[in-house]
């Protein structure tokens, strides 16, 4: 009888070991990271990536949108997303000083409120971030992109001395212009 208990207790063991080992080689939103060098100007974002899986992204409340206008983001999913930055930078016409920071957004219809937040490490990014903590906020346009994207992604590209951060997802882009 205490082999049966034993062998089953293993067992169950066995189950959640694999469970864990399976969840954290394939998770649902898997840590990207995105890194760009222009003009000599170095930078990494590192986020959560979420799929789309049929669900309305971005709206209003009523409509059961996954991430309502108005409410704090973490620009991903999971962990924060934090963004560094090798020198001093114009964040979409914003002095900001190299380093690390989080980078969360508040989505709207026509633009997102895009901030800079010094608390950094933080892994359960579901709380909002202490404001008082925030290095700037911008607003940004939003933009309508013609092919639906299912997973959220964050892209670099270069226009001259400008480097343009886009935060793709659904059918809405968000380009953040970057100078040095």
């Known amino acids: 009888m205490l082999k049966k208990i034993l062998i089953g207790f293993g067992l169950l063991i066995l189950a959640v070991v694999l469970f864990f080992a399976y969840a954290s080689l394939f998770p649902a939103s898997p840590r990207k990271e995105t890194t760009f060098n222009n003009n000599g100007l170095d930078i990494k974002v590192s986020y959560g990536q979420p799929s789309k899986k049929g669900r309305v992204i971005f709206g209003e409340e ?13 620009l991903g999913a999971n962990a924060a997303t934090e963004i560094t930055f090798s020198k001093d930078v114009v964040f979409a016409g914003k002095a900001v000083k190299a380093g690390s920071y989080r980078m969360y957004a508040v989505p709207g219809a026509t633009s997102f409120q895009v901030s800079l937040n010094s608390e950094l490490g933080v892994n359960l990014a579901y709380q909002e971030p202490d404001y008082k903590l925030d290095v700037l ?7 309508a992109n013609p092919a639906e994207v299912e997973k959220f992604v964050i892209e670099f590209s270069a226009d001259g001395t400008t480097t343009n951060m886009d ?8 380009r953040v212009p970057i100078t040095n």
């Open 62 to 74: 009523a409509d059961k949108a996954l991430q309502p206008y108005g409410k704090y983001w973490r």
């Open 137 to 143: 906020k911008v607003d940004v346009a939003t933009s």
């Open 167 to 174: 935060f793709m997802w659904d059918k809405v882009v968000v």
